[in-house]
């Protein structure tokens, strides 16, 4: 058995009982945020909420569909203010037509102009948003997205923070993206592995840089994990949670600090 397959049976064992564990009723109060990462079969999806706002990033592939939004009702949401696409791809925008008129959604933020592949023909009734490269935006009181966006890419990854908690959230994982969040005076101690933690990013350097305590790590059908990537992550003492395994996890955080909810 390889070593990363006996690292990631660890977090199995700890994932807070997932047989046992539910999701908590997503209200937090108006100085708190709670990052709800969803345990879905294909794709990626992830909520944000704080006192005022529900906003989701991603949707996950259509095969995903059943298991996003039973999670969504357990959560007891029935309204979301804001979906952000961090890509266009099917894996992250496959469920968009169905979640705005589910959840009557009113704006929706990409990197570039909505494409059909997310959204049809139907009735666009929700202003959509581009999100520009190295901008600042503020989704919600105390709730901050930095940009990070490669020249030719409609892609975005995002740096988000609310307090002194920081969750790096990565689209895609290659030399440039690296370099340029390298560049910037950033530290997360959160971090959404890029592309299904398939390819050899992040670096060992980048790693070092952004010194993370957390990785997250979504799943894709059909497409294997990267052995030394999980192996380097493992040895750079930063915990890591494969969503297939230990199921949906959330993080409460304050102003000052992050805490695991169970």
Aim: hydrophobic letters at 40%; aromatic letters at 10%.
């Amino acid at each position: 058995m390889k070593k990363w397959t006996i690292y990631i049976s660890i977090f199995v064992v700890l994932s807070f009982l997932q047989d046992e564990y539910t999701l908590a009723d997503t209200h937090p109060n108006s100085d708190e945020a709670i990052f709800t990462f969803f345990s879905i079969p294909d794709g990626e999806s992830m909520l944000i909420s704080t006192g005022q706002k529900h906003i989701l990033i991603n949707t996950g592939s259509q095969k995903s569909e059943k298991a996003l939004l039973k999670q969504l009702i357990e959560l007891k949401i029935n309204h979301i203010d804001t979906l952000i696409l961090t890509t266009q791809q099917p894996d992250a925008c496959g469920n968009t037509e169905r979640l705005v008129d589910r959840y009557h959604i009113s704006k929706i933020i990409t990197g570039k102009k909505l494409g059909l592949n997310c959204f049809g023909q139907g009735n666009r009734n929700f202003q959509t948003v581009i999100w520009g490269k190295e901008k600042y935006y503020e989704a919600s009181p105390g709730l901050l997205f930095r940009v990070i966006k490669q020249e030719d890419s409609g892609n975005i990854s995002l740096y988000i923070t609310f307090g002194k908690t920081a969750l790096l959230y990565m689209t895609e994982g290659n030399e440039e993206i690296e370099k340029k969040i390298q560049a910037l005076p950033i530290q997360a101690e959160i971090m959404k592995i890029p592309e299904y933690a398939s390819k050899n990013f992040p670096s060992v350097e980048f790693l070092r840089k952004i010194d993370p305590h957390i990785a997250i790590v979504y799943s894709m059908e059909e497409i294997p994990f990267n052995d030394a990537l999980i192996e380097r992550l493992s040895e750079s003492w930063i915990d890591v949670y494969v969503l297939e395994n230990v199921g949906t996890i959330q993080i409460r955080s304050d102003l000052k600090n992050y805490e695991f909810m169970k």
